[in-house]
């Protein structure tokens, strides 16, 4: 009778135990599926100022107005500053852009870039970056697009080092 008694209990505490975790785990995938929560950036902020990237930049900008040096339907905009100690020889950016009235994908493939700009950038100056989105559009958009997920994917040096980011953790988000 005691065996059975304490079977029991067991049982009782093995439910009260599953249940817990159900509960939680069906909390917590609903909080990681909310779509709602896109803005909400998780990383935890640098323990150092050596763990910063070399660089700070401005947030990107979306521009429909031709600039006949950098492209002539649509670009983006940014400004660059090279908090590194030797000159910058390119960069590469990685970037979502979305339809600002549908909020979806306006191309026909991915929505996703990743362009390499080929510039000089010394250090301790800043810099306006252009990006021409000239070659991957059919037709030059009437209003700009929103820009999510923006961040340096790859920075490369004149004395051939490299820096990169392929995650975006130091990214910029809308």
Same mark, same amino acid.
């Given at each position: 009778?005691?065996?059975?008694?304490?079977?029991?209990?067991?049982?009782?505490?093995?439910?009260?135990?599953?249940?817990?975790?159900?509960?939680?785990?069906?909390?917590?995938?609903?909080?990681?599926?909310?779509?709602?929560?896109?803005?909400?950036?998780?990383?935890?902020?640098?323990?150092?100022?050596?763990?910063?990237?070399?660089?700070?930049?401005?947030?990107?900008?979306?521009?429909?107005?031709?600039?006949?040096?950098? =492209?002539?339907?649509?670009?983006? @905009?940014?400004? +660059? %500053?090279?908090?590194?100690?030797? #000159?910058? !020889?390119?960069?590469? $950016?990685?970037?979502?852009?979305?339809?600002?009235?549908?909020?979806?994908?306006?191309?026909?493939?991915?929505?996703?870039?990743?362009?390499?700009?080929?510039?000089?950038?010394?250090?301790?100056?800043?810099?306006?970056?252009?990006?021409?989105?000239?070659? =991957?559009?059919?037709?030059?958009? @009437?209003?700009? +697009? %929103?820009?999510?997920?923006?961040? #340096?994917? !790859?920075?490369?040096? $004149?004395?051939?080092?490299?820096?990169?980011?392929?995650?975006?953790?130091?990214?910029?988000?809308?």
């Amino acid at each position: 009778m005691q065996k059975t008694l304490i079977s029991v209990a067991r049982h009782r505490n093995c439910k009260q135990r599953l249940h817990l975790c159900i509960i939680i785990l069906t909390v917590v995938l609903l909080l990681t599926s909310c779509i709602d929560m896109g803005g909400i950036v998780m990383d935890i902020p640098p323990s150092s100022p050596g763990e910063l990237p070399p660089f700070v930049i401005s947030r990107p900008v979306f521009e429909t107005t031709g600039r006949p040096a950098q =492209f002539n339907f649509a670009g983006i @905009s940014f400004q +660059f %500053l090279n908090q590194g100690n030797e #000159i910058v !020889e390119s960069i590469t $950016v990685s970037f979502l852009l979305f339809d600002a009235r549908t909020l979806e994908n306006p191309f026909l493939g991915s929505n996703r870039f990743l362009i390499t700009r080929r510039e000089t950038l010394f250090p301790n100056l800043v810099n306006d970056v252009f990006i021409s989105l000239d070659r =991957f559009i059919h037709v030059a958009p @009437s209003e700009p +697009f %929103l820009i999510d997920f923006f961040y #340096i994917y !790859e920075i490369r040096y $004149v004395d051939g080092t490299v820096w990169q980011d392929h995650h975006g953790r130091f990214r910029v988000r809308d």
